[in-house]
């Protein structure tokens, strides 16, 4: 007998997991749980993703539904850890707590580096795993070094195909297989939880402002995610949209619409803020409005309108995201980098097309490996030349903007060495002269 456990922190997580179950992704198991968590700075604030639109009817797709956070609390499911000592009795507790006898499993996580997938793959050492990425974040690096009793198990990467043509990076290290959940299984089960009685604004083709959080989540104060929300209102304003409806990120109860409100007034264009009681996923919205424009941020749900409805979209403050990232190796890069270079900007003063396709596929690849090098250049070293490659033959005023000149300098690439120089970028004598200064000058502090 086996038992997959599938686990899941957000809705769109569970649609993704269920349109590939749907598409036979996965062999058929004697069980399926499914183990959902609530994650962030404060996770006793938010609603559990069961309580979100549809829910019953993906939970069809599961034998089991069971909450990590309670099977850890007090702990916080973002920062818990078992000690290596204690993974087998951590094992122990939960194979009887969840009822899962001595039987064979296998794990469907998230990227195994972080939060519950990282605890999971330590608590149940030498069970195969696959992993997901519901985002964007699939088209870059590994947050962090795994350990390779854990990256060795890994067998495929499961992501939906938001950018076509380009290959995934995440968890290359390790050389898995990326697998594309078909974009047609996704959509049936969007379109299943938007055929559910829900509802909705009854605005016709409205210009959709996505919110998302960002400054709960660190990455920008909270001064400027109101202006980057007031900015969302003046471009649709600017494309000729008078009907704007605003989704607030159902996971961040402490968003006020207020910068929003106001701005649609001064402008003098219609605003609806979605109120509803239980979260409804982004993907639905979309679906069920289909909307004449859909502005955002980097959510998959604005890669995913554009990829999978062929809808107007348009970007905001990837520039200023771009620049107030830190460290270089938020994890959040990847999908600003992408959002920036692939989609149409919501200030850019023209309708934006269904989607804004980059000069070339070789060259979004090449973009894509010199960021991701650059963000964790110990886990993707194999990247260098990649990234050499392009910086020497691209990098100018236009995409200086996706990296930071000390960042090239301190891994000796392309941009900040003169080209009559060039040739000690690739002397590894130098290199390591250049790493021990840099770690004698960190001792100092």
């Not at 290596?84 to 195994?112: I, K, N, T, Y």
């Not at 067998?155 to 697998?179: K, N, S, T």
């Not at 409806?245 to 979605?274: F, I, N, Q």
Request: overall charge neutral; some cysteine.
């Amino acid at each position: 007998m086996t038992i997959r456990i599938f686990h899941a922190s957000s809705p769109g997580a569970v649609v993704l997991l269920a349109a590939a179950i749907d598409a036979g992704c996965f062999t058929e198991p004697d069980r399926r749980i499914l183990l959902l968590s609530r994650t962030g700075p404060a996770p006793e604030t938010v609603a559990d993703v069961s309580e979100s639109v549809g829910f019953e009817r993906l939970r069809t797709r599961f034998d089991a539904v069971l909450s990590w956070n309670d099977a850890i609390a007090p702990f916080h499911p973002d920062g818990w850890n078992p000690r290596a000592d204690d993974a087998p009795l951590w094992e122990r507790h939960f194979r009887r707590a969840w009822g899962l006898g001595e039987e064979e499993l296998e794990l469907v996580v998230g990227s195994p580096h972080a939060g519950p997938a990282r605890a999971l793959t330590q608590v149940f050492a030498g069970t195969p795993v696959d992993v997901y990425a519901e985002g964007p974040g699939a088209y870059g690096p590994t947050g962090e070094k795994i350990p390779p009793l854990t990256g060795t198990r890994v067998r495929r990467l499961l992501h939906p195909d938001l950018v076509a043509g380009v290959r995934p990076l995440l968890l290359g290290e390790y050389g898995v297989e990326p697998r594309t959940v078909p974009a047609e299984a996704i959509t049936k089960v969007v379109a299943e939880l938007a055929d559910l009685d829900v509802a909705l604004p009854a605005v016709e083709e409205p210009a959709l402002l996505l919110g998302q959080e960002l400054a709960g989540a660190g990455l920008i104060p909270a001064a400027d995610e109101a202006e980057l929300r007031r900015e969302m209102v003046r471009g649709a304003a600017a494309l000729g949209h008078t009907r704007l409806v605003y989704a607030p990120d159902p996971y961040a109860p402490w968003e006020s619409p207020a910068p929003v409100r106001a701005e649609a007034e001064r402008l003098g264009v219609e605003l609806t803020v979605l109120d509803s009681p239980l979260p409804v996923p982004a993907e639905v919205l979309v679906h069920r409005l289909r909307p004449a424009l859909v502005v955002g941020c980097t959510s998959a749900a604005l890669f995913g309108a554009a990829r999978f409805h062929g809808l107007p979209v348009a970007a905001v403050g990837t520039g200023l995201l771009l620049e107030r990232l830190t460290p270089y190796e938020n994890p959040e890069r990847t999908a600003v980098t992408l959002a920036d270079a692939v989609l149409p900007g919501v200030g850019d003063g023209e309708a934006p097309a269904a989607r804004q396709e980059p000069s070339t596929g070789a060259e979004l690849d090449g973009l894509l490996a010199a960021v991701a090098f650059a963000m964790r250049p110990k886990v993707r070293a194999d990247l260098r030349p990649a990234a050499e490659h392009y910086l020497a033959a691209h990098l100018d005023s236009r995409t200086w903007r996706y990296f930071k000149r000390r960042r090239l300098a301190s891994l000796a690439l392309p941009g900040v060495v003169p080209a009559r120089l060039a040739f000690l970028r690739s002397n590894p004598a130098l290199r390591r002269v250049v790493r021990r200064a840099r770690a004698l000058r960190g001792g100092r502090g």
